[in-house]
């Protein structure tokens, strides 16, 4: 039985040979294709369960790639790319991503990230809610959406399923750790920087004053806590 359908992205041939090798021995169906327009046209004809993609391919990219996709798909994607600085990895996460991985990576640490980016959880479920409201922003779990001042604004996969995580604990302080294994699975828990990149992101969506949020609040040496009005 497979574990699941993944298209690798990238223009360099070693690189998509190395992953497709790596990928079919642990159990997935693989397909790879050498820039975003192959991918995009892939994709709107094929079943596939996450995209692989690189950032730095030539043609029309992996950021716009990854943008396009995400106007008709909320298929996983995780990027690659060669930069490790947060900026690049903000980009990634505007343009749709729910993950990035640094060249060079471990195939170990790629095939966390993969069943991590597959995974969904289950909080919303457990906890029996519907929606919630805070402030000027509401998140319909059945729906995994979300409106700020009554605009509709996308989230990842990702981003819904961390904010969720939040709302479902709300205010108590939760660990790094605890966030990470408990959104991402047990293969993470030490990745902070990680998560504040997450995060960052998350508070620019939901709060009106991201640098002074009311509501994703840091607790110092611990983690966050999301602070719900009664």
Not at 108 to 130: D, H, T
Not at 186 to 209: C, S, T, W
Request: aromatic share 8%; charged share 30%.
């Amino acid at each position: 039985m497979s574990a699941g359908r993944i298209l690798i992205v990238d223009d360099e041939p070693q690189i998509r040979r190395v992953l497709r090798t790596a990928l079919i021995t642990a159990g997935y169906e693989t397909t790879d294709l050498r820039n975003g327009d192959e991918a995009l046209l892939h994709l709107r004809e094929a079943a596939c369960d996450l995209v692989l993609l690189d950032m730095n391919m030539q043609g029309i990219g992996g950021l716009a790639t990854c943008r396009e996709i995400r106007r008709f798909s909320e298929i996983p994607i995780i990027v690659l790319t060669v930069r490790n600085d947060e900026k690049d990895k903000v980009q990634a996460l505007d343009a749709g991503a729910d993950d990035f991985v640094t060249k060079p990576f471990s195939m170990p640490e790629l095939l966390a990230r993969i069943r991590a980016a597959l995974r969904r959880s289950p909080a919303s479920a457990e906890a029996g809610l519907q929606k919630a409201h805070f402030g000027n922003v509401t998140v319909d779990f059945d729906a995994r959406g979300l409106t700020v001042n009554g605009a509709a604004l996308r989230l990842t996969p990702k981003e819904f399923d961390l904010l969720r995580y939040f709302i479902t604990h709300a205010n108590k302080a939760i660990s790094h750790r605890e966030l990470l294994q408990a959104v991402w699975g047990p293969d993470y828990g030490d990745q902070v920087e990680y998560l504040r990149v997450f995060v960052k992101q998350l508070r620019r969506k939901i709060e009106a004053a991201p640098d002074k949020p009311e509501f994703l609040l840091t607790e110092p040496w611990v983690g966050y806590r999301f602070r719900l009005p009664d």
